[in-house]
């Protein structure tokens, strides 16, 4: 049983778009929450990650939205460019272990 | 550092054979997981480790695979006998436990044929 449900499976998005992905969890003794990228052929490597405490995180052209109370969270990417066609994971975590979301693969189209 | 290392790449073996697919963690990190890559199932957890002791062996799916960690800077996972549905990429990650976060490193993985 998957403990973070994430959607969508996959979006195309046009170069300068913003891609959205969102992940809901039930466990509420998770307390860290990463986003995770992964290129073909690649492990994933972290993008970004945030804590409970905090509702919004942003590095850059990406951002993480929190909802503690719905229990949910959301990485928007911005002026989304090619070279950010890849696979994201949503992950959720308490103490060590990692419990991944299926993945979103997305394509930005030039 | 060079990152977490990987051994073999890849590998094509046949059923019934034994497969070892071999981790070199990040020096200095306490912590090693092994996941397992499919379509159908994503990235699932197999074992992480401890300081070298194994904590969490949940997501082992069979007797048939086995994980050790005999040092800080060696693991390995073998399957034994391998089957055609152990056909997957398998990673090995490892972290810094206790720290202010949680992030793993992932390796390059090994992407593992069973034919």
């Known amino acids: 049983q998957q403990q973070v449900k994430q959607s969508p499976q996959s979006l195309i998005v046009q170069k300068g778009g913003i891609s959205i992905i969102n992940c809901a969890y039930e466990n509420t003794a998770f307390d860290y929450f990463p986003w995770y990228q992964q290129f073909p052929g690649k492990g994933p490597a972290l993008l970004i990650a945030i804590r409970p405490d905090v509702s919004e995180k942003k590095e850059g052209r990406f951002t993480i939205s929190f909802n503690k109370s719905a229990k949910q969270f959301s990485l928007h990417i911005m002026d989304s460019q090619p070279g950010d066609s890849a696979t994201y994971f949503c992950?959720?975590?308490?103490?060590?272990?990692?419990?991944f979301g299926a993945g979103t693969t997305v394509t930005v189209r030039a | 550092d060079a990152g977490v290392i990987q051994s073999p790449r890849h590998e094509v073996t046949e059923m019934g054979q034994e497969v070892t697919l071999r981790c070199k963690p990040i020096?200095?990190?306490?912590?090693l997981f092994w996941y397992r890559q499919t379509m159908m199932r994503g990235l699932e957890l197999l074992i992480y480790f401890n300081n070298n002791v194994p904590i969490d062996d949940s997501g082992m799916p069979e007797d048939r695979f086995s994980a050790k960690m005999p040092n800080a800077s060696f693991s390995t996972l073998k399957i034994q006998p391998s089957e055609p549905r152990d056909s997957a990429v398998y990673f090995c990650a490892s972290s810094l436990s206790g720290g202010p976060v949680n992030e793993q490193f992932f390796g390059p993985g090994t992407r593992l044929t069973v034919l």
């Open positions: 992950a959720a975590s308490t103490v060590d272990k990692l419990s």
């Open positions: 020096s200095g990190h306490n912590s």
